[in-house]
């Protein structure tokens, strides 16, 4: 369990690399931090557990218990307060992620980080293609049109007019 909380930290870890722009805050890290740090913890209680066993002890078990009665409680604390502050959390990216749209112009590194988000996820926009009506640089080009990293990887003539919802 200790080595797949370590890896799934270390995943979470390398994916913010490539989206760190959307999430300016660095205390995004802190999920990851708290994986990694928990999955080491368990890796102590574990070699507890099997030396309080292999030696029968039982204030070795009992030690073993009340340590893993602790990070149940912790677990359960975790997961309510996740559900309470989802809602800030969702707010909070959707809006770094607006002002991330804003700034894009296809050039800037800002730019490159959305079209790659948008091909990555198959998106288009922060919640749809009609996000993109209110940025710049749809108003700046002037053509009706989205970027073409909100097209269909399906769709080999897609121009990105938003007289063609279908192809995005």
């Not at 502050?85 to 749209?101: A, H, I, L, P």
């Not at 009506?133 to 009706?144: A, I, V």
Request: charged fraction near 20%.
């Amino acid at each position: 369990a200790a080595a797949g909380l370590s890896y799934v930290g270390a995943y979470v870890f390398n994916t913010y690399k490539s989206y760190d722009n959307f999430l300016q805050d660095k205390y995004a890290l802190l999920p990851a931090v708290i994986i990694i740090g928990v999955a080491v913890v368990m890796f102590i209680i574990g070699l507890i557990g099997c030396c309080a066993t292999f030696r029968e002890s039982r204030v070795g078990l009992g030690l073993f218990l009340a340590i893993i009665l602790i990070i149940f409680i912790a677990e359960v604390s975790a997961f309510v307060l996740g559900f309470v502050y989802r809602e800030k959390v969702k707010t909070d990216v959707q809006d770094t992620m607006r002002s991330v749209f804003e700034k894009y112009d296809g050039q800037n590194p800002e730019s490159t980080v959305v079209d790659y988000m948008q091909g990555e996820l198959r998106c288009c926009g922060v919640k749809n293609y009609s996000d993109w009506t209110t940025t710049q640089w749809f108003n700046s080009t002037r053509n009706n049109s989205v970027p073409l990293s909100c097209c269909r990887h399906e769709m080999k003539n897609c121009t990105g007019r938003l007289d063609q919802p279908q192809e995005l």
